[in-house]
């Protein structure tokens, strides 16, 4: 049962239409953060529970992976009701009181737009597979077999095989760029739109402070079906699909990343005006063209506010020459654009292993390259555990839960290794999380790095994430200002950002041996509070391995 839709108003919050810009957002994957009812599974309740621990990091808002009711086949990611909660997460009350107590301690909401898609039993694609002539028959996208009853063009699906699925209903397929039980929206359809916007409106109302939108760039196909040209051997990567998927042999120019979505997103970004503080971020999936499609739906201020894309979230381990490169080759695409950088999510293998370093300097290296992050131009996302240092777990195949490595085992594992629960306490069961064996394994070296462990320690990585979270907060440039490039060469990287009279000095050191970066003779004063090794003299930075330094040019 639906409840009726109100606002949540709450004037403690001052209205800042430009919070978005520069915010660190913590991600929560709700099955995972905190169990409060002993099921295994974590919940709105639990979110509620540990909001302190977020609150207190210093981030600026959470995203909160989807709790809407769904046959669970990819975890939530298969909507069968967009308005209202799934059972196992708790109710629409439970939400509201979440809201409440986000707010209360300073913390925007930011939900799970998943909107490119629904699950297979959704009212509207039950209604649209029954027959050709339905009011929702064109609500989905479906197409007539080839004479020889193939599919209808040579599309893939990222989680394999044909992004085609036959229905003996409509005697059509129906595209599904995920799992089958996925069908795509029909985007073309205006009718389809209005009722997703009016589902943003129904979470707003709620007093959602925005969106983080899946699959972005998904939302629109070729009206044509044309089949996508192979992609060069030489051209594929591992960016947004493992190296194993076949996905990767195409250039998906008629599937996704299509023009016509610029049109919905200003409707999208008409139904965000309509609220105080409305914001969204875009997941944008797209090996051969990321940054171009970040740069085009957030530029011009009438689109999504800000985008990521997946060139921090690949194998390929970050370097100095990548940092440069990426802000560099955005800012030429998109000068009034904004994007949102993220390190780990609940889809990549967590980076402490993805680039993972050994425990003896893992923890130093994780330091630097948070700093660098949480020092680029643009917002942040934090994946939950990240700030603990958390691995990518090690499960075994039983123990899989996620379809997409179980159909591509064992050369890819899945996305369940990111997914494990968090652990708050060494010595209680399950590190906390719950009292009943959770959904997913709690790994044994996940204990050592609870949070527990590292509260008050100032060595650890968590105190380091909320001293630099504070310091970062000290100095508005950071979040917000300008980003220009100084020389530094081999594993170093240097660069000022400055807004208004405010100019920093940024210099990370992403090797393990000392380095020395030349500024040019120029006088340099250092700022306090970052608490990373570095030092300056004589208009040059010394730094120790995976060091950093902050300051100012005087």
Request: charged share 25%.
């Amino acid at each position: 049962m639906q409840a009726a839709m109100r606002k949540i108003e709450n004037p403690e919050i001052a209205v800042d239409r430009d919070w978005w810009r520069g915010a660190v957002i913590y991600q929560i994957y709700p099955r995972s953060y905190q169990d409060s009812n002993g099921d295994g599974i974590g919940d709105l309740q639990g979110i509620i529970e540990r909001l302190p621990h977020i609150a207190d990091l210093g981030a600026d808002a959470v995203w909160i992976s989807p709790f809407f009711k769904s046959p669970m086949k990819d975890f939530g990611y298969d909507i069968s009701d967009y308005l209202d909660i799934d059972p196992m997460f708790g109710t629409l009350d439970d939400f509201d009181a979440m809201i409440a107590e986000a707010h209360r301690l300073g913390l925007k909401v930011m939900i799970d737009g998943v909107i490119s898609h629904t699950s297979d039993l959704h009212p509207w694609f039950k209604e649209s597979r029954s027959s050709r002539d339905n009011a929702k028959a064109d609500w989905y996208v479906w197409a007539d077999a080839k004479p020889d009853g193939s599919p209808p063009n040579n599309w893939l699906s990222i989680f394999g095989g044909s992004a085609w699925q036959w229905d003996t209903r409509r005697m059509q397929y129906y595209l599904h760029n995920f799992l089958s039980e996925q069908p795509d929206l029909n985007f073309h359809n205006r009718d389809v739109q209005d009722a997703l916007l009016d589902v943003a409106r129904f979470w707003l109302d709620r007093g959602v402070d925005g969106f983080r939108l899946d699959t972005i760039n998904f939302y629109f196909h070729s009206a044509g079906l044309e089949d996508n040209p192979a992609l060069p051997p030489e051209q594929r990567n591992d960016q947004t699909a493992p190296a194993v998927n076949p996905y990767n042999f195409q250039d998906h120019i008629y599937d996704k990343s299509r023009p016509e979505n610029l049109e919905f997103l200003a409707r999208f970004r008409a139904v965000l005006d309509e609220y105080p503080a409305a914001a969204a971020v875009g997941e944008v999936g797209d090996s051969q063209r990321g940054l171009e499609v970040v740069a085009s739906y957030t530029a011009g201020g009438d689109k999504v506010q800000m985008c990521y894309a997946f060139d921090f979230l690949a194998p390929e381990k970050i370097t100095a020459a990548k940092v440069r490169t990426v802000l560099e080759d955005f800012g030429k695409a998109a000068a009034d654009g904004w994007s949102c950088w993220a390190f780990s999510n609940h889809d990549v293998v967590r980076h402490a292993s993805r680039w993972g370093m050994g425990e003896a300097d893992g923890t130093a290296y994780l330091k630097v390259i948070s700093a660098l992050m949480m020092s680029l131009r643009g917002s942040v996302c934090i994946y939950q555990g990240e700030e603990l240092g958390l691995t990518e777990a090690g499960l075994a195949f039983e123990d899989l839960q996620d379809p997409y490595g179980i159909r591509f085992w064992p050369e890819f594992k899945g996305r369940d290794g990111c997914r494990t629960p968090m652990v708050w306490n060494k010595d209680a069961k399950n590190g906390g999380f719950s009292s009943a064996k959770p959904w997913l394994p709690v790994p044994a070296d996940h204990l050592t790095k609870a949070v527990d462990t590292q509260e008050g320690d100032a060595a650890s990585l968590l105190e380091h994430y909320r001293r630099f979270l504070a310091f970062r907060r000290a100095h508005p440039a950071l979040a917000k200002g300008d980003i220009s490039f100084l020389k530094a060469d081999g594993d170093t990287v240097a660069f000022t950002r400055r807004e208004g009279n405010e100019e920093i000095v940024c210099v990370f050191n992403l090797g393990s041996t000392a380095a020395n970066v030349d500024l040019g003779g120029r006088g340099l004063q250092p700022l306090p509070g970052y608490g990373l090794d570095g030092n300056a003299n004589a208009g040059a930075v010394r730094l120790g391995g995976y060091g950093a330094w902050f300051g100012r040019f005087v």
